[in-house]
């Protein structure tokens, strides 16, 4: 299975947790999807980092919210760290990234 199967030993460690991959055909093509999401659903944000870049403009841009929300993916990469989680490090990761870059165009610019 490529692998996966050691992603979630702590699943298979706990009780009330499936096993990864799920026995279920719809669960393990949820569970393989996810790493898609993780990498694809940040990407979303890089239109408004082009954007802010290119017209050095980031008027409507709120400084403290972007902030606040590259400290929320970072609470969530020590999450995923500590649960071994890797779609969910991946994700926020790269999302508290695009927030920092968002956050840095809106004090330049």
């Given at each position: 299975?490529?692998?996966?199967?050691?992603?979630?030993?702590?699943?298979?460690?706990?009780?009330?947790?499936?096993?990864?991959?799920?026995?279920?055909?719809?669960?393990?093509?949820?569970?393989?999807?996810?790493?898609?999401?993780?990498?694809?659903?940040?990407?979303?944000?890089?239109?408004?980092v082009v954007q802010i870049y290119?017209?050095?403009?980031?008027?409507?841009?709120?400084?403290?919210?972007?902030?606040?929300?590259?400290?929320?993916?970072?609470?969530?990469?020590?999450?995923?760290?500590?649960?071994?989680?890797?779609?969910?490090?991946?994700?926020?990761?790269?999302?508290?990234?695009?927030?920092?870059?968002?956050?840095?165009?809106?004090?330049?610019?």
């Open positions: 299975m490529l692998g996966f199967h050691h992603l979630r030993s702590r699943a298979l460690a706990t009780e009330g947790l499936e096993p990864f991959p799920a026995r279920s055909s719809w669960k393990r093509f949820l569970d393989h999807l996810m790493y898609g999401v993780g990498v694809l659903a940040p990407l979303a944000l890089l239109p408004q290119t017209t050095k403009s980031a008027s409507g841009i709120s400084f403290a919210t972007w902030v606040l929300l590259a400290f929320f993916n970072i609470l969530w990469v020590l999450y995923g760290i500590a649960h071994k989680d890797k779609p969910i490090i991946i994700a926020h990761v790269l999302f508290a990234i695009l927030n920092t870059l968002v956050a840095v165009g809106a004090l330049l610019y």
